[in-house]
């Protein structure tokens, strides 16, 4: 079991520019969050996305979307990116409805310039 | 929504003392308190959770312990070791979603 996996692990985009970032479930999880992790700072939840579907939502702006597909991998978007969307972005997954541990992946480090 | 706050944001011990982190959470719904160990540049790692029809859980030198009424969580290290230098998340919530605190830098002094 490869975890869950995420992809790429650094970026670097200039100002105004869209991206993508791809995660993959650990297998047999079907609920796929995304935190976006500051310098410093503590994960900060954006999104959550079950039955390809957003479930529950942070504090982030309409700039930050996402999809998720039927095989559960999942695709956050930012666009018109600011300085300050450069940070940390970590998937985790859960099984759907349960009280359990979120599994990590090792995160993208998106740098914008 | 839910608010943990997290404290101290920096702990220095002696190697071989305890370490004690502490959360406060504000949404009595929540029921699901994990904690989160995280080493320079690599990715979050569950150390313990604990739930809220249970006031205390260990494991070996780790233990939590819960306190609904006053809506706070302690993680409790003993006998520490260099290895446990890193930075330690709280995060409460439950299934639909974990709200993380600000984290502790955890440092073991030689």
């Known amino acids: 079991d490869a975890g869950v996996t995420q992809s790429p692990t650094h970026l670097i985009k200039t100002r105004g520019q869209q991206v993508t970032l791809r995660c993959s479930p650990k297998?047999?999880?079907?609920?796929v969050s995304w935190y976006q992790q500051a310098l410093g700072q503590g994960p900060q939840f954006i999104f959550q996305?079950?039955?390809?579907?957003?479930?529950q939502r942070g504090n982030f702006p309409d700039r930050f979307s996402g999809h998720q597909f039927p095989n559960y991998s999942s695709e956050l978007n930012v666009n018109a990116l600011l300085l300050g969307d450069s940070a940390l972005y970590l998937c985790a997954s859960r099984p759907y409805g349960r009280n359990t541990e979120a599994f990590f992946g090792q995160g993208t480090r998106l740098t914008v310039v | 929504g839910e608010n943990v706050e997290q404290h101290p944001s920096t702990l220095s011990v002696q190697e071989g003392d305890s370490a004690v982190i502490k959360c406060t959470y504000s949404?009595?719904?929540?029921?699901?308190f994990p904690w989160y160990k995280q080493e320079l540049g690599k990715r979050p790692q569950l150390i313990i959770d604990?739930?809220?029809?249970?006031g205390e859980k260990k494991d070996q030198r780790i233990a939590v312990t819960l306190n609904k009424t006053a809506k706070h969580f302690s993680l409790h290290i003993t006998e520490t070791q260099p290895e446990d230098s890193a930075v330690y998340f709280c995060a409460g919530g439950g299934a639909d979603g974990l709200t993380f605190g600000k984290g502790t830098h955890l440092i073991i002094q030689p």
């Open positions: 949404d009595s719904a929540s029921n699901y």
């Open positions: 297998s047999g999880h079907d609920t």
């Open positions: 996305y079950y039955e390809e579907e957003e479930r």
């Open positions: 604990i739930r809220s029809n249970v």
